[in-house]
């Protein structure tokens, strides 16, 4: 089946510095990939939509500055967190949506620990 | 504004027991709905896709409804095991691709 990968999985890391995070479609070409916010506990947050060759859009009250998206091919996107504070600590998780199957599909999940 | 909504957001059965899970949504008009099965501290298990003009699907030991009209969908998992714990989420996708998700029904199975 479809895979999607996301990595680093678990990230630690000083206040103040910038953090990158992978998510790569590993057998689909995906034009649309999401990026989402976990916190304990409680459900996915929609933090924005990331598409292949053009701006990520970004769900209200989600700094985009704070938060680079950046979709430049079919099969990877990345999350930078710049500038990390601890609160900014979080999972965060993406997800590849497959244009073929309308299928949703999930990446592992990164654990971001801002000390 | 499509809002989702699982009931209930906890449950806890003896092992063999099925299981009922219910999801809803305010908006009909959606492209399909889908299940996942989030284990703590790790990302989504994709478990069964319903398009909008499918009725049911059936994976093993599970089988999902949908009722668009109702704006309903029910996950059912028979012969519960220990193993299914986890957290289930319900994700609705709308005509315009927007995703909306459920906050999920923490499922405890006990031995």
């Known amino acids: 089946g479809a895979v999607v990968s996301q990595h680093p999985s678990r990230v630690i890391c000083k206040s103040g510095t910038s953090v990158k995070i992978e998510c790569r479609s590993l057998d689909f070409q995906a034009t649309t990939m999401f990026w989402y916010r976990q916190f304990p506990k409680q459900s996915l947050m929609l933090m924005a939509t990331s598409n292949e060759g053009s701006k990520a859009t970004y769900e209200q009250g989600v700094e985009k500055d704070k938060f680079l998206i950046n979709h430049a091919s079919l099969t990877l996107s990345t999350l930078t967190v710049t500038s990390a504070h601890p609160e900014d600590s979080s999972f965060y998780i993406c997800?590849?949506?497959?244009?073929?199957?309308?299928?949703?599909?999930f990446g592992e999940g990164s654990r971001l620990t801002v000390l | 504004k499509q809002e989702v909504t699982q009931i209930p957001a906890a449950l806890s059965v003896p092992e063999g027991e099925n299981l009922v899970l219910n999801c809803s949504f305010t908006?009909?008009?959606?492209?399909?709905l889908q299940w996942f099965r989030q284990d703590p501290g790790k990302g989504l298990t994709s478990l069964l896709l319903?398009?909008?003009?499918?009725r049911e699907q059936t994976s093993g030991r599970l089988n999902a409804s949908l009722d668009k009209s109702s704006g309903r969908s029910t996950l059912y998992i028979a012969a519960s095991q220990p193993g299914d714990s986890a957290t289930y989420l319900c994700?609705?996708?709308?005509?315009?691709?927007?995703?909306?998700f459920g906050a999920g029904t923490t499922v405890t199975v006990r031995a």
């Open positions: 997800s590849a949506w497959r244009t073929s199957s309308g299928e949703l599909f």
């Open positions: 908006d009909s008009a959606i492209y399909n």
């Open positions: 319903i398009q909008s003009s499918q």
């Open positions: 994700a609705v996708v709308s005509n315009d691709y927007k995703l909306s």
